[in-house]
């Protein structure tokens, strides 16, 4: 059984524990660089579905001018977030074009 000098085991595990600590920081750096984008994505959404539920101000007589409905524009505005509220809407005006 051969001894190692102390030094030379402290440095061996100094550069252990550097490369397992490496290894843990970048999973935690992806995690919380995922997680600050979807925090990111979720105000996004709610700030573009507060501009749109902004339609809900405008009179029946200018909805109709866009060509939907007052009913149409509070359907759309009650979807989830994740679901875009102004592309569903315009899905919606092209199938009613459909069947007129």
Known sequence: MSVEPLNQVTACNE???SENLTKLQ???????KSLNTFLKRKKQQRID???FKN???LDDRSLADIGVTREDVMWASNLPLST???LELKALKGSKKDRV
Request: charged fraction near 10%; charge should be neutral; proline fraction near 5%.
């Open 55 to 57: 339609l809900l101000s």
């Open 26 to 32: 970048i999973p935690t750096v992806n995690l919380f």
């Open 15 to 17: 550069s252990g524990l």
């Open 84 to 86: 875009n509220a102004a």
């Open 49 to 51: 579905r507060d501009a």
